[in-house]
């Protein structure tokens, strides 16, 4: 309590009877009291989490309220990799449109390979993806997360317990039918080992994946972000992805023709990394968030400009 009045610039009997009002007004207890401090009760982190993306929202709109990108108006045609939509679509979606309120967003959530192509044929504007070697569209790499082994609830599956790569190779599996992604991952990771996988399911549904796993009928190599509420319920459990351990990676990416000034295509790429750099720092998305100033060197450093 004492740190956060400092951070506010208020007194800290002031912040705590404030906090007192607020328990008063809900009805529950938000903070335990301990020896080294306090802490959140179970009802006070559902609560801080149920508020933490509209105060963000709200803290943006405020930022940006001033700013001549607030008044644009135009639609903006965004596209988010399936996995990612999983996670941080609420949390994304809602930045932008706190960020330029004047906007209207046209969402597309699919495969890299389909986001790509609608960024190539000028339907989608900009778009979170894996990396493509592909000099038609620029791409700025944002973050990486770990790849683990997914099972349905009657496996032995242990998140304490890893299971090696040629161990994963013996299972059948249900894979992305897109060829980049994790998928291209794990083919490579088998090919260094000279091995095969058994890829007995191939979709880009994650819904269809998770139920297939689900009932038994295969395994799953995914991120703990795509599976968080099922592991949390029981209903799907995993183990680590061990010799060689897994990840995979997505950045912003955005067409040649993007039709977009510059410092609108800036300013949205800006919002989109804040955005996922809270995600991982408060733990809602487990990923690594990467250097803003490191470039994927197959791309030049910033999209074209129309204006």
Not at 7 to 14: D, E, F, M, S, W
Not at 100 to 112: A, E, L, N, Q
Not at 116 to 128: L, N, P, R, Y
Not at 282 to 300: D, E, K, T
Request: charged share 20%; glycine share 8%; hydrophobic share 45%.
């Amino acid at each position: 309590m004492t740190r956060a009045a400092s951070v506010l610039g208020i007194a800290q009997p002031a912040l705590s009877r404030q906090m007192r009002l607020l328990e008063e007004n809900l009805g529950v207890v938000l903070f335990r009291r301990t020896s080294r401090g306090v802490e959140l009760t179970e009802e006070g982190e559902r609560f801080r989490a149920s508020t933490a993306a509209p105060l963000r929202q709200l803290e943006l709109a405020f930022h940006y309220a001033g700013s001549p990108l607030a008044r644009i108006e135009r639609a903006l045609r965004f596209g988010m990799h399936t996995t990612v939509a999983n996670v941080a679509g609420t949390a994304l979606v809602g930045g932008l449109s706190a960020a330029f309120p004047r906007m209207s967003f046209d969402v597309t959530v699919g495969s890299t390979d389909h986001l790509v192509e609608g960024m190539i044929k000028g339907a989608i504007d900009t778009a979170i993806i894996n990396p493509v070697p592909d000099d038609r569209v620029f791409y700025r790499e944002m973050l990486a997360e770990g790849l683990v082994v997914v099972g349905g609830p009657t496996t032995a599956l242990r998140s304490d317990h890893p299971i090696e790569f040629l161990e994963l190779a013996q299972l059948p599996l249900v894979m992305p039918a897109s060829p980049t992604g994790i998928g291209k991952t794990v083919e490579n990771a088998a090919l260094r080992l000279k091995t095969t996988i058994d890829s007995r399911f191939a979709t880009d549904s994650l819904q269809l994946a998770k139920e297939l796993i689900h009932a038994g009928h295969a395994y799953g190599v995914l991120p703990v972000s795509a599976c968080a509420a099922e592991f949390q319920t029981g209903w799907l459990c995993y183990a680590p992805l061990s010799q060689p351990e897994l990840s995979q990676q997505f950045g912003v990416a955005a067409s040649r023709q993007l039709d977009l000034p510059r410092e609108v295509a800036t300013k949205i790429g800006d919002v989109i990394r804040e955005e996922v750099a809270q995600l991982t720092r408060s733990g809602a998305w487990p990923a690594v968030f990467l250097s803003p100033n490191r470039w994927n060197p197959n791309f030049p450093d910033q999209p074209p400009s129309s204006g």
